[in-house]
C-alpha cells in the first residue's frame, strides 16, 4: 500500500492508504469524498452543538425576530411541539434568534456532546499524527453516530427546515456560505504531488514506482485553483 498524506494547501487533512495499481481516477474521487465528507461531519457537528443548547431550529420567517415580532405578527411555531426531546427540554435562549430555545434536559445534551466529540475524533486532523489513516466507511460511521444520537434525544425527528436534518438527507442548502466554498467538486479535483498533478488517466505506481510502502505527501485542489 502506497501511504498518501493529504493536504488542502499547507494544511494536513487526512492519511489514506490505496495500492499503487489505483487508477488515478478513481484515488482522486476517493479522496475527494473522504475530504468533503469530513467537511458534512464537522458541519453536522457544529450544528449539532447548537441543538445541544439551543433546540431545534426556527421556522425561517421566524428567526431572528423578537418575541414581541413574533407575536405581533401571529407567527407560530408549527413544530416546537411536534419535536420535543426526549425527556422534556430546558429553556434556554438562543440570542442569535435561530433555534427555539427549547432545549434538551441534561442527560439528553449530554448524549449528543458526547457523540459530537467522539465523531470529531474520528475523523479529526490529529488522525495524521497518530498515524490512523481515514476512510470513507469511518466517514460514514461518523455519520450515523451522529443520526443516531439525533434519533434518541429527538424521536419524533427534526423539522425538516433544521440545518442537522437537511444534512442527514443531503438538501442542505450551502450556496453563498463559506462552508459551500469549501466543498471540492469530484469532477474538478486534482491531486498534485512534487508539483506536478497526477492525471486521471495515469495509476499511481506510474508516478511512485512499485514500491507499496512508498510515502508521498499530496495535494487535493480543485481544478484551476492555486497549489
Same mark, same amino acid.
Given at each position: 500500500m502506497v501511504y498518501l498524506h493529504v493536504k488542502r494547501g499547507d494544511e494536513s487533512q487526512f492519511l489514506l492508504q490505496a495500492p499503487g495499481s489505483t487508477p488515478i481516477g478513481e484515488l482522486t474521487q476517493q479522496v475527494t469524498k473522504i475530504y468533503n465528507g469530513r467537511l458534512k461531519v464537522e458541519r453536522i457537528c457544529s450544528e449539532m452543538e447548537e441543538l445541544a443548547e439551543h433546540g431545534i431550529f426556527l421556522p425561517p420567517n421566524m428567526q431572528g425576530l423578537t418575541d414581541e415580532q413574533i407575536e405581533e405578527l401571529k407567527l407560530k411555531d408549527e413544530w416546537a411541539e411536534k419535536c420535543m426531546p426526549s425527556g422534556g427540554s430546558v429553556f434556554k435562549k438562543d440570542e442569535i434568534g435561530r433555534r427555539n430555545g427549547h432545549a434538551p434536559d441534561e442527560k439528553m445534551m449530554? @448524549?449528543? +456532546? +458526547?457523540?459530537?466529540e467522539e465523531a470529531k475524533a474520528l475523523i479529526s486532523k490529529k488522525q495524521v499524527q497518530a498515524n490512523v489513516c481515514v476512510?470513507?466507511?469511518?466517514?460514514?460511521?461518523?455519520?450515523?453516530?451522529?443520526?443516531?444520537?439525533v434519533m434518541i434525544v429527538y424521536p419524533m425527528g427534526?423539522?425538516?427546515?433544521?440545518? @442537522?436534518?437537511?444534512?442527514f438527507e443531503n438538501k442542505e442548502d450551502?450556496?453563498?456560505?463559506?462552508?459551500g466554498l469549501q466543498i471540492i467538486n469530484e469532477s474538478e479535483?486534482?491531486?498534485w504531488w512534487a508539483a506536478k498533478e497526477l492525471k486521471r488517466t495515469q495509476k499511481l505506481s506510474d508516478? @511512485?514506482?512499485?514500491?507499496?510502502?512508498? +510515502?508521498i505527501i499530496v495535494k487535493l485542489q480543485q481544478d484551476s485553483a492555486d497549489c
Open positions: 449530554q @448524549v449528543l +456532546k +458526547k457523540t459530537v476512510t470513507m466507511e469511518m466517514v460514514k460511521d461518523a455519520l450515523d453516530q451522529l443520526r443516531g444520537a427534526l423539522p425538516p427546515y433544521d440545518p @442537522v436534518r437537511m444534512e450551502l450556496s453563498g456560505t463559506q462552508a479535483a486534482q491531486i508516478y @511512485v514506482g512499485k514500491n507499496e510502502k512508498t +510515502k
